[in-house]
């Protein structure tokens, strides 16, 4: 998947953006993997691996 790609380039871990976003783990690993939706972690992801929010997430 794209976003594991990045964020293992980048070297961050699910566990640095959940801190940045505010949010359990789990709610990142669900974002991720299509389980579950949240915009705002959508963009906080986004941001953290500097890409285009639309690049991860297109509607």
Do not use: F, N
């Not at 953006?17 to 986004?46: D, E, L, N």
């Amino acid at each position: 998947m794209k976003i594991k790609i990045l964020m293992m380039e980048k070297g961050i871990s699910g566990s640095d953006i959940a801190r940045m976003a505010g949010v359990h783990r789990t709610a990142v690993y669900h974002v991720i993997s299509g389980r579950a939706r949240s915009q705002r972690i959508q963009r906080i992801i986004a941001r953290e691996l500097g890409v285009p929010y639309e690049s991860l997430w297109a509607r």
